[in-house]
């Protein structure tokens, strides 16, 4: 009945609200053992995606600023990061390139996959500017 109308997903929980919905009156820890005895169990939500994935070898991209984050005028150095956020139907991205003198966004993309590539599309920098990006 229950198990079969929503494709085995259903942890205690949910299966006991359902339970409850059809009018049949069991406790929420009977339907835990229940469902333990018939080898039943919920599916996860799932882990988080791989964001970084660790080089072989040497790191050989220099590191441009030598870690000093200051810019002594607007449009000289930025940076670049991404994050995520999962929602019901998987992870969104989001890039974006901050002004390192504004410590403002100055652009932003939303992506449905993570590719370096997307950092460009969030930036369009002037000539003389440094871009720094850590292992996206």
Sequence with gaps: MCISENYGVYGVRKMWHALQRQGIDIGREHTARLMRSAGLSGKGKGGAPVTTRQSKGLDLRPDLVNREFKAL?????WVA???YVRTRKGFVYTAFVTDVFFWRIIGWVLLDSMRTSSLVTASTKPGDCVLMKQRV
């Design 73 to 77: 005028a607007p449009n000289r150095l």
């Design 81 to 83: 990061d991404i994050t």
